[in-house]
């Protein structure tokens, strides 16, 4: 059974930051990219970051270059996401997702499976 399992989400003040882990298992790890978003009250889901398991690529949604790392320990099947100067903006459910076809990709409808969710809340 494919899981993927969100953690590291919390409150934290404007300017703080966030290490979010996406521990993800029953599937081969490195045959897929894993991706990030987040999803606001009232707002559509957006992509955020991803990273391709097999050679590292990684992209990033403009919004959040420089500020946001996402980086993988294919060693411990884990994908982080590091989240430093957070803005109330950034307040958002984050969800990972996995793409099976090992696309690097922000949209929602490439991922194949997906995560419940970590909260993540940026007080001004």
């Known amino acids: 059974e494919v899981q993927l399992v969100e953690s590291g989400g919390g409150l934290v003040q404007a300017g703080g930051s966030l290490r979010l882990s996406c521990a993800a298992s029953?599937?081969?790890?490195?045959?897929?990219?894993i991706g990030w978003f987040r999803q606001a009250p009232g707002k559509e889901r957006e992509g955020v970051s991803c990273i391709r398991s097999s050679g590292g690529s990684t992209y990033y949604a403009d919004s959040m270059k420089g500020r946001f790392t996402i980086s993988s320990d294919n060693a411990k099947n884990t994908v982080y996401l590091q989240m430093n100067s957070l803005k109330p903006e950034d307040t958002a459910v984050y969800y990972c997702a996995a793409d099976a076809y090992d696309y690097c990709s922000l949209y929602t409808d490439e991922y194949d499976y997906w995560g419940q969710g970590t909260q993540v809340t940026v007080s001004s």
């Open positions: 029953g599937f081969t790890f490195d045959d897929y990219a």
